[in-house]
């Protein structure tokens, strides 16, 4: 035992082993308590982005559309004096749909015109008070363009259009859809905490353009 202690360098210390506390076993176990939840929002923020991704390619799909009908249509008539009569109905059909489709994937994006001069002098509470109120009357703004868009789809599903045949309805079933879609992001942003939004208190950082497109 006289010889181990020689050898021992004076820089060591021999400490009894302390039993992990209360404190850090609750420190250990808070990233298992919070990891459903984790889990489920990412999950859902997936569900949004895919959505996203989807609303995107069908804007360009329908924008294009519109472009090849518009322009054939202008040189047939010039060029050849005749024309595709179908061409104005269904370009007011694609119009139609993309500004309620871009509207839906500028509220995922969190791009829709705000004016936070006033928001931005409150305390980091009273913000977060003030965002519940702001996507609670947005949300029930989105449910009346829900009903109202459902009321008016029923009612003119059975008128065609004069050229296409194409149901009027149509027109309104758009509507119809923004209105689900953006209801059901409003609603998740009022049932979750601020931090899944990118929503930040005045005096944090603020998250990247990046980071706020990838929330719903």
Known sequence: MNKLTQEMPLSMSIKPPIAPSSESRGSHATPLASAAPTRTATGITTIFKGLEKALTLLMVLALVAMIALVFVNVVLR???NSGISISVELSRFLFVWVTFMGAVTALIRQEHL????????LPAACRRVLDRIVTLVM?????????GSFDQTVLNWRNLSPISGIPVGVFYLAGLMAGVLMSLILLWRLLTPLALHGITP?????????QQGDTP
């Open 139 to 147: 949300l029930g703004c989105c449910l009346m363009l829900l009903k």
């Open 202 to 210: 005045p005096n944090a950082a603020s998250p990247s353009p990046d």
């Open 78 to 80: 010039y060029g050849f």
């Open 114 to 121: 705000s004016v936070n001069t006033f928001a931005d002098k």
